[in-house]
């Protein structure tokens, strides 16, 4: 990984995620590397840690 990443909060919604990251167990092995995503910020997700737009439906608001 050598571009930076870029973490956006969305306005009432998910947390963006711009660039490549690495997913890590406890042992700091990769279990996944992944490109450009959203993670659910509401916890109303049903893919978390990954959001699936649930938080129009639930009525999700920052605070």
């Given at each position: 990984m050598t571009d930076r990443v870029k973490i956006q909060l969305?306005?009432?919604g998910s947390i963006r995620v711009t660039g490549e990251v690495d997913f890590v167990d406890s042992d700091g092995n990769v279990l996944e590397t992944k490109a450009n995503f959203s993670l659910c910020r509401c916890g109303h997700s049903a893919t978390k840690p990954f959001c699936d737009g649930a938080h129009r439906a639930?009525?999700?608001t920052a605070e």
């Open positions: 969305k306005p009432n639930a009525g999700f």
